[in-house]
């Protein structure tokens, strides 16, 4: 089955920049038609999708975040990463990876555990 597990740092001086890293087991990040996203959770709030990347390399981005967010992949390494450029306190979450099973249609059929990044000088 495929499987998903974020990796990064769990504490983040406001003004530095964030990496966070999804290495996908049992399946592979190229295969025909998978979409790849980042999704994050704030305390208290709701499910804020961030972004993805396509199975063809080709990515989508939130347009409340793009000016800030980047997403790229690793095909050797089955990985994908999401960088944000400069973070906030307002960009404390639960970050989660998933699989979109149909073209950015936000219907992910697989998660990781999800990651708690805290943002906080």
């Known amino acids: 089955q495929v499987q998903l597990q974020e990796s990064g740092p769990g504490l983040v001086k406001p003004s530095q920049p964030l990496s966070l890293t999804c290495t996908v087991s049992?399946?592979?990040?190229?295969?025909?038609?998978?979409?790849w996203s980042w999704i994050r959770q704030p305390p208290g709030k709701g499910l804020e999708w961030m972004g993805a990347?396509?199975?063809?390399?080709?990515?989508y981005y939130s347009p409340a975040l793009k000016s800030q967010t980047s997403i790229f992949r690793d095909t050797c390494k089955n990985q994908f990463t999401l960088q944000l450029s400069s973070v906030t306190p307002e960009d404390t979450a639960v970050y989660y990876c998933?699989?979109?099973?149909?073209?950015?249609?936000?219907?992910?059929?697989?998660w990781g555990q999800g990651t708690q990044v805290t943002v906080s000088s």
């Open positions: 998933v699989r979109d099973v149909r073209g950015n249609t936000n219907e992910y059929d697989y």
């Open positions: 049992g399946g592979s990040i190229t295969t025909d038609f998978y979409y």
């Open positions: 990347i396509a199975y063809s390399g080709s990515t």
